[in-house]
């Protein structure tokens, strides 16, 4: 106050004759007195205030002045139009001739000239409508104003004490940002002015008033949104620091006035926000609106530098008492009842807002202990209070913890002194806590039975307080929910049994309670989550829960959930009366058994469904069927797609949400919420409210090749790795990996629960695995961070079982994503390398900091050799030394732009000094066998690269130390080899031999074939495969005249081939051929090998065609292998051949040539060309060129065989049937131009012209060794398992068969039961389990591959066609039904009985007497 009082002073000396100011006379007074000097300046000071406070300037300068024309006349000079053209200066000098006239000081007829025009600017905007801010024109005013202002303060020409009463009497008419124009102009400061007004009151009423306008302001304007926010921090800067600021050395009474007036501001403002949450806000209204921008003015910026911390830190502890104790009106037991929706999930976002904001500046000891103390001293609202602990352990991580330890500190004060009220605080704390899930807090139940069921417990000290206990618990009955009286009952404490009749009343009282709300223990679901607090459905919706939750157990494991056999005997009311009435609920059965029809199975297998109620379901589901043959399935599924979809609206809004906070991924706070509000709404969506986190099995069961999952699971799963994919996106164009903060780990936490996990994995192997080439870079950048994150979890999560194709066994969350990157194609190849790149670089990226031991704990080893694996092989550049003088950085930035260079990232990442280091690891280092083992996954006629560039690829990495490590003997063990061959080729043993002799490498593969295990289970054949593709790439490193031999010196010239002959019968033809044909590469090294010998002999041609006439006997699959790749093979066999020995082809060469221009020439439209013989091999040529042309509709190509070609067509059908079989079980061959349909088409056209022609083809499922017949030849040329599922293609073929013309043949039912009883032998075995799987998989196939519903019609079929078969049809049936009879009984009886009915012709013919 000492410098208005100054200024006040000055501007009271006049020119003329002056009159003595009212303090100067006082003052005189005051020096004749006696008193002190400091009792005399303060009576002074107090004087003159009185007399400022009531003075009525207006009467003042009436009495002086006589008249108010000329102050309007002054009034007209301080207009802004009229000052804008007049200097401040000349204003000035007229206020002082006009004051000197007046006789009154200059100072107050200033301040109130300024005063009036200031008034007047702030009514002109004309709008009647409450207002706070100046619009354009009116702010040009006031800086106009505000200048001359200046001008008139800094000439001590301005008093501010009578200018700031001249605006407090008129109050009403002033706008707040006028107001705050004067504090920033350093005219009048905020706390000036509002300490001039005597009525505290009536100014926080004012000040009130104007704020709330101003935050709704501020949120509904955007043209002014800055200069709102600027005045609202400005005014709470001043109420925070005057209203907690401590230890002040002002010694007037205004300091203590100004901290009642900031606080009581503060205190409205928050008060008001408050009950606006209390009486529920309207989005976007304008309560709404004033809310959220208060509350915004809870951060650390709006204070700044100018305010100490301790000062916001005081004023952030004070809003946080006043909001948990704002109107304590519930009590303890309305707590207790209504915790459960106030959940962070269910608190307004505004007030979780506020929590977060107050928790900025608090630390979490701080917070828990300023909680404490409001706990023990004041009266709570106990919905404030629990939401802000449950904001507490969701937004702070670190808290959790303690929040654990101050609950423990709560049970141990409470038995300590049978506190009550500590025991209460504990228990709603804890239960508070666990509704927020189990990523944050242990479940209730886990609490419970950790603090109360064990001799440690808080409990065990005495009788005393056991009955304390249970008094408590005793107490909460009446007003807690269902849940938590199951969790007492189920896991009780821990009692000795000399007072176990204090939990034996207990529990009395509770299942009385129960009772009373008709919740019943016998009718708990079996999967009831007891740490939820959601509400106890009935027991029929339950048992619809528990059984969609038992079937998708099932699916993963493959067995009976345990929870279901322990039901069945323990719980048998509630499995018999609910859950069975609800798993075997009528419907429409699929064509194919999907897993409820298995579980049905399975529980009947095991006695576990009464017989009566299984015939029931039965006869119910046949109904079904007749009534809604095609529309009941349908129905039901979108029923439940319609129940489905509702929760997934919520689900992905939240989704969006938490996407729209990914601008600032490291505030944890922030994505903490809406992770929470995810995990809630995901939890609803699953439908079945038991996401604890916690695994019922030790293993999830995937199938890889046919990974499978409901529709509303896939729209869960695609939901939220969408979400991931698209905030990985997001976070990382803000800030790399390691400063995204947690978000990403919290988002997978919420995909880790029992029921989710095992979905988000299938998903995982479906794209990965099936779809992988076809994902976008998002995509494989967002799924790569996830499977980096989930491997992450590896100890907390369960392995996967991995059934067919691979051996049985289970692997580790790393391991199990690398096994789902393969190199079959070109296409997958480039996907691996992707996949690899953008995992590993997020991995090192975000890991950066982390130590060396879990770095390599978390890298999967497998992925890291993948990706050395591919990058070696397709780029020459990592096969070169790295750079040690640019080191590389990771290439995650570059992964994330729009067009992403992968070959670039891939050998950026390659050069990375921290990927060279880990590549020294033993445990990611890529040896030979690694190297031999993955370039064996890729397929030959699949691979973008050649033999030779392959080859080149590892030649030029084989020096690589961190390639190759300690391999170099196992090159030089093969290029041994390959010298040894040389030798044994060319040395002098070769020449003199005069018998043929075995070489001694098929010798060596011979035997260790037969150590293997034999057989046709699935662990047996991958393991002979494997074994077999290693003796093939060996094979074809060496020299080709292995393959053949050389040439014998006694006549004929013939190299002996037997031991290869021996190799492709016995063992490639079944794991290294596809349908009748040998693979390219090693189809390509047989002929080079027969060129080879044929080099070496005297009559080259005389060679050739000996060699090629052995295969047609001995090895017919080498003849059928070269009229398949024979486009490719051609021309280098002729370019050899005549550059060696400048002749026409062999003979057996020219036919071959022939028989395939004969398959050609049937395709088109000329005249077919004469097919050579033997007829087996244009058989071939036909079939290989229809599937080549993709060719379906033949039957005007067949018509251009003669009648003379039968045995043409028969085997023609042959060579159908197998590619039938192979467009099943490899569909994915690149010379396999047709589909599973197409094949079917083709062979039922071949089949109509067979018996158009009456020509017989049964004989092909009748095929022998004979030595010379046609079964000799055709079972050479199919694989072994095409061979044991004729009966299967026999069946598909079943709609096509002429039944008419099959009964006048004697073998056709020997031949049609045969084909069926060997059927259902296959499906029990498990050998159509593959065929089934691409039916399943193809809606063009469905009904058409499936294995059960070809039973079923077979089965049809044999018990019409029995009876209508003549006598001669049942010779040998005998001997067919002893030996696989009890497959189907009903059809061995039918037989039978057929058998035994028909009469003996022989006694009805009249006998030869003579």
Known sequence: MSEPRSQDAASDLGSGSRRRTWAELLAGRVKRQRQGLGREHKLQESAVRLLRRHLNLNDLLLEVGGSACKTLCLNQWMDPEASADLSSSFIGSALRDEASRLGVPVAVLSSRAVASSFVQICASSGEPSHR???????????????????????????????????????????????????????????????????????????????LCVLCEQMEASTQHTDIARAMLSDFVQLFVLRGFQKNSDLRSVEPAQMAQLAMAVLQRMLMFALEALATGLQDESPAYRAVKSWFGVFCGRTYGAAVSADVPKRFFSHTLTQVLTHKPVLRVSDAVQMQRDWSFAKTHPLLTSLYRRL?????????????????????????????????????????????????????????????????????????????????????????????????????????????????????????????????????????????????????????????????????????????????????????????????????????????????????????????????????????????????IESLRRADKIPPSLYSTYCQACSTAEEKKPERAAPGMKAEAGGCAEEPLGPLAAALRELRAAMTDPSQYDVLSAHMAVVSERLSSALGLGEEDGSLEVSQVQLSIMAPHLEHQEQEIADLLLTSFCQNLIAASSFAPPD???????????????????????????????????????????????????????????????????????????????????????????????????AAISYFLCKSSSLSQDILYSCLSPALMKKFQFVTLRLFSEAREPPSQEHPASLPWRLLCLPTADWQRAALCLWKQRTFQELLKQKEFHLTYRDWLQLELEIQPELDSLSHTESSRSYNCSENSDLVLGSCTGNRDIFSRLQEMAADLEQGPAASQSCSPREHFLFRVFRTRLQALASGWDVAARLQRQRELLVYKWILLGLPPAVLVGSPQAKEPAAPDCTEFFHLVNSELRNFCSHGGAL?????????????????????????????????????????????????????????????????????????????????????????????????????????????????????????????????????????????????????????????????????????????????????????????????????????????????????????????????????????????????????????????????????????QGDPVGLITKARHFLLQSIPRCPKESFSNMAELLATSGQCDPEVSAALRSRQQALPDADLYQEPHLF
């Open 132 to 210: 706070v801010l100046l619009n354009a024109e009116q702010r040009k005013k006031m800086s106009s104003l505000l200048e001359v202002a200046q001008y008139l303060l800094a000439h001590s020409m301005f008093s501010r004490f009578s200018f700031c009463q001249e605006l407090w009497e008129v109050r009403s008419s002033l706008l707040l940002e006028a107001v705050w124009h004067l504090h920033v102009q350093n005219l009048v400061s905020l706390q000036e002015l509002l300490e001039s007004h005597a009525d505290t009151q009536a100014t926080v009423a004012w000040l009130f008033k104007d």
């Open 359 to 599: 928790f900025a500046v608090l630390r979490p000891e701080e917070l828990l202990g300023h909680l404490q103390e409001v706990l023990e001293t004041r009266e709570v609202n106990w919905q404030h209070v629990l939401s802000c602990v449950s904001t507490l352990v969701i937004c702070l991580p670190e808290a959790q913890q303690l929040v654990k330890d101050w609950v423990a500190q709560f049970l141990a004060r409470a038995f300590e002194s049978c506190n009550l009220d500590s025991m209460v605080t504990a228990f709603l704390v804890v239960r508070q806590a666990a509704l927020e899930g189990p990523s944050v807090f242990p479940s209730y139940s886990d609490w419970f039975q950790a603090s109360f069921g064990s001799t440690r417990g808080f409990h065990s000290g005495s009788k005393k307080t056991l009955v304390f206990l249970f008094k408590f618990l005793s107490d909460l009955v009446p007003f807690e929910a269902p849940r938590y009286m199951q969790v007492h009952i189920l896991h009780p404490p821990l009692v000795p049994s000399k007072y176990r009749s204090l939990l034996t009343d207990y529990v009395t009282l509770a299942k009385t309670r129960l009772a009373d709300l008709k919740v019943s223990m016998e009718n708990m679901g079996l999967y009831e989550d007891l740490s939820s607090a959601r509400d106890i459905t009935e027991p029929h919706g339950q048992a619809h829960q528990d059984v969609e939750k038992a079937i998708a157990v099932f699916e993963h494991t493959g067995k009976v959930p345990v929870a279901v056999m322990e039901a069945s005997i323990f719980r048998r009311p509630y499995y018999v009366s609910h859950f069975l009435p609800a798993l075997l609920t009528p419907r429409v059965l699929p064509r194919t058994p999907d897993s409820r029809v298995a579980l």
């Open 739 to 837: 400063r995204q903060g947690p978000w990403a780990a919290r988002f997978v936490t919420a995909m880790c629960g029992r029921r989710l996990l095992p979905v988000v994995l299938t998903r995982l192997c479906q794209l990965l695995r099936h779809q992988g080439p076809s994902l976008s870079a998002s995509h494989v950048l967002g799924l790569a961070a996830l499977v980096v994150h989930l491997g992450e979890s590896r100890s907390a999560l369960p392995e996967v079982h991995l059934g067919f194709p691979a051996p049985a066994k289970s692997l580790p969350i790393p391991e199990f994503f690398s096994s789902l990157l393969t190199f079959g194609t070109a296409e997958t190849s480039l996907f691996c390398l992707k996949f690899c790149t």
């Open 1079 to 1343: 693979t390219h590469d090693i189809t390509v090294h047989f002929f080079r090998g027969l060129l080879s010998a044929c080099s070496q002999s005297r009559n080259p041609s005389r060679t050739a065609d000996l060699i090629l006439t052995a295969c047609q006997t001995e090895c017919p699959i080498v003849l059928t292998s070269a009229l398949l790749w024979w486009p490719r093979l051609e021309p280098e066999l002729r370019s050899r051949w005549t550059r060696c020995f400048q002749g026409p082809l062999p003979q057996e060469l020219q036919r071959l040539w022939e028989a395939q221009q004969f398959g050609r020439s049937c395709l088109s439209p000329d005249l077919a060309s004469p097919p050579p013989g033997p007829a087996w091999v244009s058989a071939a040529s036909l079939h290989f060129a229809i599937q080549q042309a993709g060719e379906n509709n033949i039957k005007s190509q067949l018509e251009k065989l003669d009648c003379q070609r039968e045995e043409l067509l028969v085997v023609l059908f042959f060579f159908s049937l197998m590619g039938l079989l192979s467009s099943h079980l490899t569909p994915h061959l690149r010379h396999q131009a047709v589909d599973s349909l197409k094949a079917l088409d083709i062979c039922a056209e071949i089949l109509g012209c067979l018996e158009k022609k009456k020509v017989s083809w049964l004989v092909l499922f009748q095929l022998t060794e004979t030595e010379g017949g046609l079964g000799h030849v055709l079972l050479r040329l199919a694989p072994d398992p095409y061979i044991r599922l004729l009966p299967f293609a026999f069946y598909s073929l079943l709609s096509y068969f002429d039944e008419d013309a099959l009964m006048r043949e004697d073998a056709f039912l020997r031949v049609a039961v045969d084909m069926y009883l060997k059927l259902i032998c296959l499906f029990v075995a498990g050998e159509t389990s593959v065929v089934s799987a691409l039916a399943g998989r193809s809606q063009e196939l469905q009904g």
